[in-house]
T-cell receptor, first 115, second 112 residues
């Protein structure tokens, strides 16, 4: 079946504007994760959704960042009043937590550039 | 705080050379360990994983990794690299049902 998809693949925006990034997880995967990768850095965890549980927002860097997920499907990551330091590749991953094993499958990412 | 350290930022090898990439983690309790690879222009793919059992795990494309609990290490190895192994390699750790904590990555460049 289809893998994790993300849109747009690239986004260029001006400082101060809001952006929305979309993630479509693998069908049937109950867990969804957002990460970001800034230049020269590893991946940083942002937020985690698991089924109908309250999301784990512990990785969000500021209150300008928020995310929503509709049931066990699409998720949207919103960044308000973007800053230049928000420039990064934003990655989405999904997994099916059967037992203790939750291999995460990654999407291609959205490259965000804030001018 | 939990963390993952990858000691080599950039490794340059000739084809047929042996590879070992270091990964150490700081994480209490039982952990799951992963190596992901990102080939140029492609998205992250799982190379191999360790959950339990035999600490020597084999992955795709001839890669293997050894979990040494006493050293909090999960080093990646390949006896003979190929030009097509040129990529960025990420070590990651988590506990069941939690987000992955990644190292900063190692760029491997293999010359033919």
């Amino acid at each position: 079946g289809a893998g994790v998809s993300q849109s747009p693949s690239n986004k260029v925006t001006e400082k101060g504007k809001d952006v929305e990034l979309r993630c479509d997880p693998i069908s049937g995967h109950t867990a969804l994760y957002w990460y970001r990768q800034r230049l020269g850095q590893g991946l940083e965890f942002l937020i985690y959704f698991q089924g109908n549980s309250a999301p784990d927002k512990s990785g969000l860097p500021s209150d300008r960042f928020s995310a929503e997920r509709t049931g066990e499907s699409v998720s949207t990551l919103t960044i308000q009043r973007t800053q230049q330091e928000d420039s990064a590749v934003y990655l989405c991953a999904s997994s099916s937590p059967r037992g203790a094993y939750n291999e995460q499958f990654f999407g291609p990412g959205t490259r965000l550039t804030v001018l | 705080a939990q963390s993952v350290s990858q000691h080599n930022h950039h490794v340059i090898l000739s084809e047929a050379a042996s590879l070992e990439l270091g990964c150490n983690y700081s994480y209490g309790g039982t952990v799951n360990l992963f190596w992901y690879v990102q080939y140029p222009g492609q998205h992250l793919q799982l190379l191999l994983k360790y959950f339990s059992g035999d600490p020597l795990v084999k992955g795709i494309k001839g890669f293997e990794a050894e979990f040494i609990k006493s050293k909090f290490s999960f080093n990646l190895r390949k006896p003979s690299v190929q030009w097509s192994d040129t990529a960025e390699y990420f070590c990651a750790v988590n506990q069941a049902g939690t987000a992955l904590i990644f190292g900063k990555g190692t760029t491997l460049s293999v010359s033919s």
